[in-house]
């Protein structure tokens, strides 16, 4: 089960990257972290899936200035438990919030909210994983490559879905 924002939503052929499993996308757009808490009931739990695939947090950060990335990360670990709750042994992937170019300039919060969440799930062992794809989705001069992205520079084209899939592959069960 696929849950969280945009990046998920606009991943319309996410089914043939991973063909080898059966993959239900319930990405929003435009959600945060309580979006998706607030929606756990009908957008996670009645699915009873055997893992859930996270990307959410960015828009935390691009919809109030305000919001730091230990905010980010307690939203998180708020998800965390709901899921934890209702689904105790149940998997769960986290994808790192991406580095989008039209987004550069809330880097640091999102950096550090990254490497919280990186720490906390560090501790549940293969319950809990992290998959950083800020660094692969970075060029030679330590910036976003434009190239992975469309027009808007926020939303990814089939080339950062391509880092994506290579980066999730190994975590997915069967």
Known sequence: LFVGSSSFTNWKDVQNYFPSHTIINRGFGGSSLTDVIRYANDIIFPYQPKQIVIYCGENDIAGDSTVTG?????RLKKLYTDI????????????????????WSMKSRMLDGNSRIQKFLKKKNRNGVFVDVWKAMLGANARPMEELFVEDMLHMNKN???IWQKLIQPYLIN
């Open 70 to 74: 230990k905010m980010v990360f307690e």
């Open 84 to 103: 934890r709750t209702h689904a105790a042994h149940v998997p769960i992937v986290y994808i790192s919030m991406k580095p989008s170019p039209s987004r």
């Open 160 to 162: 950062g879905y391509a």
